[in-house]
């Protein structure tokens, strides 16, 4: 395998947000961050000294930074806040990166549903939590390797799943200490089952976005007042979900840690690893407050059943989204390996869908590359066949990009360049062509 520890650094936090219902005050974004900027969230964090960097969907802000990349020009009246027009390549996802080798918070609000210009200053105050993260708990942060394993087929697993969150629900509602002590408990017990059950690498991919994750929607969440976001509900079977879900998870447990023990975030200061579910575990076995609480028999038996429907409804869903991709209208293209497998580079996982066969749906972004050269599918669907056992991280045999309009292809000296909406591809190799096909073939 390679370049996942590289790609998992730049990946951390993204998200993709629906159609956009209205226009970003990118402005009152800034005035808005600099505002709950000021509250103390966490030891030590300081998001109003990082740099942040958004895309509102015209325009990419940049604030805070001590040397703007060239093409930025300073906002009249407004300190230390510079514009470009247009999207700026370091802008590609939601997460902590480097901008002119500057650590920095960068978030696309193009497309903010209706979100509240607080709601997306909190957005980015996650992203900046993120850059703190990787400077103060560098031992955080899940292995994306791991994430294309993950078992999703199994309904008791499944259901087990559901009902420890109903569990941690019902721990974060209880006005008494004595009952959230006891739901606590009750959902601890759940995941110890259920971590028993599945690989060991699957359960600490869980407690690692939950650290990395969960942790940065706490600190989100809790900057303008927003309740838990997990509900009884829970969340899909599939792959990316178990993610979105570690977001929630952990968010929940750190309330959690919050209510029961007020030195949680120097313990975890202290120890640089660990999680919290065990974090929580410890301080519960120490406290006295004990009462009975259980699902009831038919709860259960619900939960079992309907993780079935949704494993199967989920299997269904892959397979239609996949059909649905290779019959898109336009032309398609099609990136093939020689020798050398297309390495990942970068990708959504919060956008991806595992097909099965060593196939992954990549429904937003994927940048590949290798010797031959590199090519970037962002706003657009493109389809990835694995090279190895691995479905991405032993490399990329092909890619497959279809619906496209008139894509431009000229070659010159064997150097392939392939423009088209969402797409950008530079290769040397050789081009074939068919009706509505495109192929390039590296050596």
């Given at each position: 395998?390679r370049?996942?520890?590289?790609?998992?650094?730049?990946?951390?936090?993204?998200?993709c947000?629906?159609?956009?219902?209205?226009?970003?005050?990118?402005?009152?974004?800034?005035?808005?961050?600099?505002?709950?900027?000021?509250?103390?969230?966490?030891?030590?964090?300081?998001?109003?000294?990082?740099?942040?960097?958004?895309?509102?969907?015209?325009?990419?802000?940049?604030?805070?930074?001590?040397?703007?990349p060239?093409g930025?020009?300073?906002?009249?009246?407004?300190r230390?806040?510079?514009l470009?027009a247009?999207?700026?390549?370091?802008?590609?996802?939601?997460?902590?990166?480097?901008?002119?080798?500057?650590?920095?918070?960068?978030?696309?609000?193009?497309?903010?549903r209706?979100?509240?210009?607080?709601?997306?200053?909190?957005?980015?105050?996650?992203?900046?939590?993120?850059?703190?993260e990787h400077?103060?708990?560098?031992k955080?942060?899940?292995?994306?390797?791991?994430?294309?394993?993950?078992?999703?087929?199994?309904?008791?697993?499944?259901?087990?799943r559901?009902?420890?969150?109903?569990?941690?629900?019902?721990?974060?509602?209880?006005?008494?200490?004595?009952?959230?002590?006891?739901?606590?408990?009750?959902?601890l017990e759940?995941?110890?089952?259920?971590?028993?059950?599945?690989?060991?690498?699957?359960?600490?991919y869980?407690?690692?976005?939950?650290?990395?994750?969960?942790?940065?929607?706490?600190?989100?969440?809790?900057s303008?007042?927003?309740s838990?976001?997990?509900?009884?509900?829970?969340?899909?079977?599939?792959?990316?979900?178990?993610?979105?879900?570690?977001?929630?998870?952990?968010?929940?447990?750190?309330?959690?840690?919050?209510?029961?023990?007020?030195?949680?975030k120097?313990?975890?200061?202290?120890?640089?690893?660990?999680?919290?579910?065990?974090?929580?575990?410890d301080?519960?076995?120490?406290?006295?407050?004990?009462?009975?609480?259980?699902f009831?028999?038919?709860?259960?038996?619900?939960?079992v059943?309907?993780?079935?429907?949704?494993i199967?409804?989920?299997?269904?869903?892959?397979?239609?989204?996949?059909?649905?991709?290779?019959?898109?209208?336009?032309?398609?293209?099609?990136?093939?390996?020689?020798?050398?497998?297309?390495?990942?580079n970068?990708?959504?996982?919060?956008?991806?869908?595992?097909?099965?066969?060593n196939?992954i749906?990549?429904?937003?972004?994927?940048?590949?590359?290798?010797?031959s050269?590199?090519?970037?599918?962002?706003?657009?669907?493109?389809?990835?066949?694995?090279a190895?056992?691995?479905?991405l991280?032993?490399?990329?045999?092909?890619?497959?990009?279809?619906?496209?309009?008139?894509?431009?292809?000229?070659?010159?000296?064997?150097?392939?360049?392939l423009?088209?909406?969402?797409?950008?591809?530079?290769?040397?190799?050789?081009?074939?062509?068919?009706?509505?096909?495109?192929?390039?073939?590296?050596?």
């Open positions: 395998m370049r996942a520890c590289l790609l998992i650094i730049f990946i951390a936090s993204t998200f947000l629906s159609a956009q219902q209205h226009p970003v005050d990118a402005l009152k974004v800034i005035q808005e961050f600099d505002r709950i900027a000021a509250r103390d969230l966490w030891p030590g964090f300081e998001p109003a000294k990082t740099p942040i960097e958004f895309y509102d969907g015209i325009s990419t802000y940049l604030c805070n930074h001590p040397s703007p060239d930025f020009r300073p906002v009249p009246g407004r230390n806040v510079y470009y247009g999207q700026h390549e370091t802008v590609r996802a939601n997460t902590g990166t480097e901008v002119n080798g500057i650590p920095t918070a960068t978030a696309d609000v193009s497309n903010p209706n979100s509240s210009a607080e709601e997306l200053a909190a957005l980015l105050l996650h992203e900046a939590f993120h850059v703190f400077q103060r708990y560098p955080w942060g899940a292995n994306e390797v791991d994430l294309f394993t993950y078992p999703v087929d199994n309904p008791a697993l499944l259901a087990e559901r009902l420890e969150s109903a569990a941690l629900v019902r721990a974060l509602g209880a006005k008494d200490d004595k009952d959230a002590n006891c739901w606590a408990r009750r959902a759940i995941r110890a089952k259920r971590f028993g059950a599945i690989p060991a690498n699957a359960a600490a869980e407690r690692q976005v939950e650290l990395f994750e969960g942790l940065a929607q706490y600190v989100q969440f809790r303008i007042g927003k838990a976001a997990l509900t009884a509900d829970d969340f899909p079977p599939d792959q990316g979900q178990v993610r979105q879900r570690g977001y929630a998870t952990g968010q929940a447990l750190g309330l959690l840690l919050e209510r029961f023990d007020p030195a949680w120097s313990k975890l200061g202290a120890e640089q690893g660990g999680s919290l579910d065990e974090l929580l575990s301080r519960l076995r120490g406290m006295t407050i004990h009462a009975t609480c259980d009831a028999a038919e709860e259960s038996d619900a939960a059943a309907r993780a079935r429907r949704d199967a409804e989920s299997a269904a869903n892959r397979k239609r989204q996949k059909q649905e991709f290779l019959d898109a209208r336009g032309t398609r293209i099609e990136i093939v390996a020689g020798k050398e497998p297309l390495w990942p970068a990708f959504d996982p919060w956008n991806v869908m595992i097909l099965g066969n196939e749906l990549h429904t937003r972004w994927i940048k590949l590359g290798n010797g050269g590199t090519i970037e599918v962002l706003g657009h669907s493109a389809l990835t066949e694995a190895g056992t691995h479905p991280f032993n490399g990329v045999h092909r890619l497959i990009v279809t619906g496209l309009a008139d894509p431009k292809v000229s070659v010159s000296e064997g150097k392939v360049t423009t088209a909406s969402g797409v950008k591809a530079t290769f040397t190799g050789t081009v074939q062509r068919e009706p509505n096909v495109v192929r390039i073939v590296l050596p």
